[in-house]
């Protein structure tokens, strides 16, 4: 199964942007998969935030406040979530996920700091 | 609403068996097929497979194939998992996920969660 490569942590602080990145590896284009996050905070299962596959193509999870966005740099075969005028609730850990044919792949997950 | 609601802790001995169990309410446990995800302490999270309750079909991630099964009892809404010759690194919380689709139909994301069953496998 492929990896996908996330920074294991990343902070900021509040009212600033986190940017989160998930790469894949170099023989799985990122412009063919939706990319998926999820956040997950201590003691609970994960929650869905939204997908990402273009502009034109995009989904918000039930809830999920608009400061939580997708995008994907293709020349680094990278997604990204962006989280924008961060809150301290926004502090949790993040993953990543594809989801090719039938099997599922999460990536290592980001722990994020809201200093 | 939907909830899947999974068996309690378990603590097992090295090459033993574990069966958790996922119950599921507020829709069709046939309707969906459902997953398993695996945390160990302190780690990411693991797909494990996933079953078609209508057929009983499984795909298995090949890390576990040949030592997970997973199974379901229409009858009564529920799944199962289960994961043989036990070792201390399959120490995790097991989670039950059930996938939603968006308007298309198309697009299938996990936002349905049990709230994890804690498996200890020590001596």
């Known amino acids: 199964q492929p990896v996908l490569t996330q920074p294991p942590s990343s902070s900021a602080s509040p009212g600033e942007s986190a940017r989160l990145t998930c790469t894949l590896p170099s023989d799985i284009n990122v412009r063919s998969y939706n990319i998926y996050w999820y956040q997950q905070k201590p003691g609970s299962p994960p929650r869905y935030l939204l997908y990402y596959y273009s502009d034109s193509h995009k989904g918000q999870g039930s809830g999920v406040p608009s400061r939580f966005s997708g995008s994907k740099d293709a020349s680094a075969n990278t997604g990204i979530l962006l989280i924008s005028g961060l809150q301290s609730e926004d502090e949790a850990d993040y993953y990543c996920m594809i989801w090719p044919s039938n099997a599922v792949v999460f990536g290592g997950g980001t722990k994020l700091t809201v200093l | 609403q939907v909830q899947l609601v999974q068996s309690g802790a378990e603590v097992k001995s090295p090459g033993a068996s574990v069966k958790v169990s996922c119950k599921a309410s507020?829709?069709?446990?046939?309707?969906?097929?459902m997953h398993w995800v695996r945390q160990a302490p302190g780690q990411g999270l693991e797909w494990m497979g996933r079953?078609?309750?209508?057929?009983?079909?499984?795909n298995y991630a090949q890390k576990f194939q040949g030592r997970v099964t997973m199974t379901r009892d229409t009858s009564i809404s529920t799944a199962y998992m289960e994961l043989s010759r036990l070792r201390s690194d399959d120490t995790a919380v097991y989670y039950c996920?059930?996938?939603?689709?968006?308007?298309?139909?198309?697009?299938?994301?996990?936002?349905?969660w049990g709230q994890g069953t804690l498996v200890t496998v020590s001596s």
């Open positions: 507020g829709y069709t446990l046939t309707a969906y097929f």
């Open positions: 996920a059930r996938p939603n689709s968006d308007s298309s139909g198309t697009v299938y994301y996990f936002d349905n």
């Open positions: 079953i078609d309750p209508n057929s009983g079909g499984t």
